[in-house]
């Protein structure tokens, strides 16, 4: 996850400067700040949160051939990298999965079984 340490200052900043604002004059100004603070706090909200097509328990727990022909060198060594499987829309199972080929070092997602 990504540090939000900078935004959360950038937020805080902007609400002390809202708070200067308040004044009847200065109305619209503090408007269109409180906007800006909203969308940010929405993007960290969203940021935060995991979203439904990374949901890890969802995922299948094994893939059916953890190593399979490699599409370059024709060895039965193209290997899954642990750890990175993915949904998928352009599969017919739904999920993709990062290969190493052990044999010549060729990487590529492939459609996980």
């Known amino acids: 996850m990504a ?5 959360l200052t950038a937020l805080k900043r902007g609400i002390e400067r809202l708070a200067e604002l308040a004044a009847p004059a200065q109305a619209e100004e503090a408007q269109r700040l409180a906007q800006t603070l909203y969308a940010e706090l929405d993007g960290l909200r ?11 328990d969802d995922l299948p ?21 642990k750890g990175t499987l993915r949904r998928s829309a352009d599969t017919r199972s739904g999920f993709e999965a990062l290969f190493h080929c052990l044999s010549c070092g060729h990487e590529a997602w492939h459609e996980a079984q």
């Open 3 to 7: 540090d939000i340490a900078p935004r």
């Open 46 to 56: 969203d940021a935060g949160a995991p979203s439904a097509e990374q949901a890890p």
């Open 61 to 81: 727990r094994r893939l059916r051939y953890e190593e399979i022909r490699c599409p370059v060198c024709s060895l039965r060594s193209f290997t899954y990298q």
